[in-house]
């Protein structure tokens, strides 16, 4: 079953752009992390941020957690074509069962 | 390090038949995944193991459905008989080292199903 929704679904903006997508969710959790997958491959693990942390960053990416209202977001700055993807948020339970329950996904096109 | 390992990429088989699906984790990961994705119900858990043990298999859909990990390099996702429902991309992931499962999961390229 999935964890949450995503929030847009699909997103389409110009190269040099901002992308922000939006993850809520349903339980308590260990951490929440943020994946990759470019069509017909498997997925790319991009970060994590634990329950206590608030934001973190890694290279272009920013993420945000506020537990308080469960919810995460992801922020590629200056955005490139390459980046067309979908982007899936994924939490592990407070219970740090290993398991990872994923989103809907966001589809991002960089246009050119 | 050749990364999660599946196999077949790509399989077609017709309804009745039995399938398997083939699985080589990270070299010393202690957990391994295996998801189902589909455009109507995303990205699913089916079963996931824990030193070979399964123990999560609330996500196996039906009985038709079974896996195994008989040692720490190897795991199958077996069905049987199939159905054109079962149709999708089925993902294996591995994770965990030293016991702590909550890091990232690495996937495999996943194999795409189609059962006629």
């Known amino acids: 079953s999935q964890q949450g929704e995503e929030d847009p679904q699909a997103l389409s903006i110009q190269e040099g752009e901002n992308a922000t997508m939006n993850c809520s969710y349903k339980?308590?959790?260990?951490?929440l992390q943020w994946y990759r997958q470019n069509s017909g491959r498997g997925l790319v693990h991009l970060i994590l941020i634990r329950s206590n942390e608030r934001e973190k960053h890694s290279g272009r990416l920013r993420v945000t957690l506020d537990t308080s209202k469960k919810s995460s977001s992801l922020l590629i700055t200056a955005s490139r074509a390459a980046d067309t993807a979908s982007y899936f948020c994924?939490?592990?339970?407070?219970?740090?069962?290993?398991?990872?329950?994923f989103g809907q996904g966001t589809t991002l096109q960089v246009k050119p | 390090d050749a990364g999660v390992i599946q196999s077949p990429r790509h399989e077609v088989t017709e309804m009745g038949q039995e399938v398997t699906l083939r699985c080589k984790p990270i070299?010393?990961?202690?957990?391994l995944f295996w998801y189902r994705q589909t455009m109507m119900r995303g990205l699913e858990l089916l079963i996931y193991f824990n030193n070979n043990v399964p123990i999560d298999d609330s996500g196996m859909p039906e009985d038709r459905f079974s896996a195994k990990m008989p040692n720490a390099s190897f795991s199958t996702l077996k069905i049987q008989p199939s159905e054109p429902r079962d149709s999708a991309v089925y993902f294996c992931a591995s994770s965990g080292r030293g016991g702590f499962p909550s890091d990232t999961q690495y996937f495999g390229p996943g194999t795409r199903l189609t059962v006629l």
């Open positions: 070299s010393g990961h202690d957990y």
């Open positions: 339980t308590s959790i260990n951490n």
């Open positions: 994924a939490t592990v339970d407070s219970g740090n069962t290993g398991k990872l329950i």
